[in-house]
């Protein structure tokens, strides 16, 4: 089953943690075989159920980006409040 790929990626003893690119790589290529072949049900529920895993994944992970992106840009915002109160200076104290 080529929409298994992501599956089978083994690394000594664990299982390789797949780049959000890959991921998303691998859901149009589930997308493109659903659309294109006449899959037998069980396939077609197969492909549709990893499909439905690696969206969620990707969903996930960009909450965790958009959270972690969040954090930076108001510590950076208080960086910079800061370097301006101290009329620019860093804060030796």
Avoid: H, W
């Avoid at 298994?4 to 797949?18: P, S, T």
């Avoid at 996930?60 to 915002?77: D, G, M, P």
């Amino acid at each position: 089953m080529q929409g298994a790929n992501f599956l089978c990626k083994i690394l000594q003893g664990g299982v390789e943690i797949m780049k959000f690119s890959e991921k998303m790589e691998e859901i149009e290529i589930i997308v493109a075989r659903m659309e294109k072949e006449a899959l037998p049900l069980e396939d077609a529920l197969a492909l549709f159920e990893q499909g439905v895993a690696l969206i969620r994944e990707c969903q996930s992970y960009l909450k965790e980006t958009k959270q972690r992106v969040t954090l930076l840009s108001e510590q950076e915002r208080e960086v910079t409040f800061t370097s301006l109160q101290n009329g620019g200076e860093g804060n030796d104290e």
